[in-house]
């Protein structure tokens, strides 16, 4: 079973960069697709990057594209989330999380089965 830890959360002014990562545990993460989310307060748990097992395709959600870029590397069982030209509206807890299966629905996190624990990320104006 992989587990999921999260790093490089913090405040960042609006405009500003900040990257996240991702270290998995195990030796099955070369086999998961792996997404991030973000949950701001009193908002539901919202999608905003796929990155599929193999690095070959990613996804974005449209309020993050061009702007966030994921990226991941399997011998360092890492994943990352490279925010730039970043936004008040940004502001959120990030999870990093793991899909097992190759699905149109990727940007619902029910389907994903494994989850970090979060870093927050907050961007003043």
């Known amino acids: 079973q992989v587990q999921l830890v999260e790093s490089g959360g913090g405040l960042v002014q609006a405009g500003g960069s900040l990257r996240l990562s991702c270290v998995a545990s195990?030796?099955?993460?070369?086999?998961?697709?792996m997404g991030w989310f973000r949950q701001a307060p009193e908002k539901e748990r919202e999608f905003v990057a796929r990155i599929t097992w193999s690095g070959a395709r990613t996804y974005y959600s449209d309020s993050v594209k061009g702007r966030f870029t994921i990226s991941r590397d399997n011998a360092r069982n890492t994943v990352s989330l490279q925010m730039n030209s970043a936004k008040p509206e940004d502001t959120a807890v990030y999870y990093c999380?793991?899909?097992?299966?190759?699905?149109?629905?990727?940007?619902?996190?029910?389907?994903?089965?494994?989850w970090g624990q979060g870093t927050q990320v907050t961007v003043s104006s």
């Open positions: 195990g030796r099955t993460f070369s086999s998961y697709h």
């Open positions: 999380a793991a899909d097992p299966y190759t699905r149109n629905d990727y940007f619902s996190p029910t389907n994903y089965n494994i």
